[in-house]
């Protein structure tokens, strides 16, 4: 039977005891912990349980017929599934030092006599439900980062291949035709006439190709951002994504005079905007995009809003398996510098939030591990 069920954080706590009186107490004192609350009456059933639960403590008496306690918790200890479940011993007659020494030798992370200090066993059994609260986050935490390595290694493989195409497509070509170009400049064969028109279409090529080179540089890392600051790099790549994409974007600024902030911050905010209007261009059919930059107190804050067809419950509740690695990398560049991010379905279309902290520095190693 369980408990509390309705909790995402509870864990599942596994109460063994042959006697259901015991198993009623148990449960009035942890009832308040918010945990998932389990009864077994036997070892055979305790196991049944285990075989099919996640649980985080057992809670087991140790003198029960056919499976007692000292034999339950050297089958659980067998499984490799159960090596790190903490066991709680209860007794009221298995008191000895001998019986204690024989209790964790069989992987019981404490012993409890009878009568039991309500107040005692609920303090034990939240130390060690919170231990296993916080590593099932991790594997959570990690799962995520393996997902994210995997998914930016992939879009940088993309990434360089779609810088190779354009530099061999666009760059390349340019460069190759004023080649050509000025190699026949040298052939006696031509006239004045002739050779300061291939000097003009060779320049209008070199000049096509310094540009190409600019934008290309500038979208990696618009010089803007160091030069002059979030606001102005913000306004130049908003009127851009407008001429390339057609789709409207207006931005708002609050206070007029916007501050600047920290290098890492700054970057961010301006990744994070970045592939918001990328994923609004590719997969929103929207024809409008909104953008709020706000400074707080201690905090900045910045909305992407667009009209467009929104996302799925999934995207929006930010799991790893239903996201791209666009919105992986912004919900990662928000978190390493200690902040939030959020997505919503605006009926219509899509509102991302972020909320960053501007009022405590950066340690170096999250610094250093920021995306490039």
Known sequence: MARNGANQDAVNILMVDDQPGKLLSY??????????????????EALEILLKTDVAVVLMDVSMPEIDGFELADLIRQHPRFEKVAIIFISAVHLSDLDRIRGYERGAVDYIAVPIIPEILRAKVSVFAELHRKARQLERLNGDLRQLSN?????????????????????????????????????????????????SEACSLVDRAIQQVRTMSHILHPPMLDEVGLVSALRWYLDGFTKRSGIQTELSVKPDDFPRLAVEIETAVFRIIQEAL???????????????LERRANEVVLVVQDNGRGVQQQVSELQPAACGVGIIGMKQRAQELGGILNLGNANPGLLLEAVIPTSSSVPAALQASALP
Do not use: C
């Open 278 to 292: 990328t994923n609004v261009f590719r997969h929103s059919a929207a024809n409008r995009a909104s953008v709020l």
């Open 27 to 44: 449960e009035a004192m942890l009832g308040e912990t918010g945990d998932n609350l389990l009864k077994a009456g036997s070892g055979k």
């Open 151 to 199: 998914a930016l290694l992939t879009a940088q493989d993309q990434e360089r291949r779609r810088i190779a195409v354009q530099l061999h497509d666009g760059l390349g070509q340019d460069i190759t035709a004023a080649r050509i170009m000025l190699g026949a400049f040298a052939q006696p064969n031509h006239t004045e006439e002739d050779r300061m028109r291939v000097v």
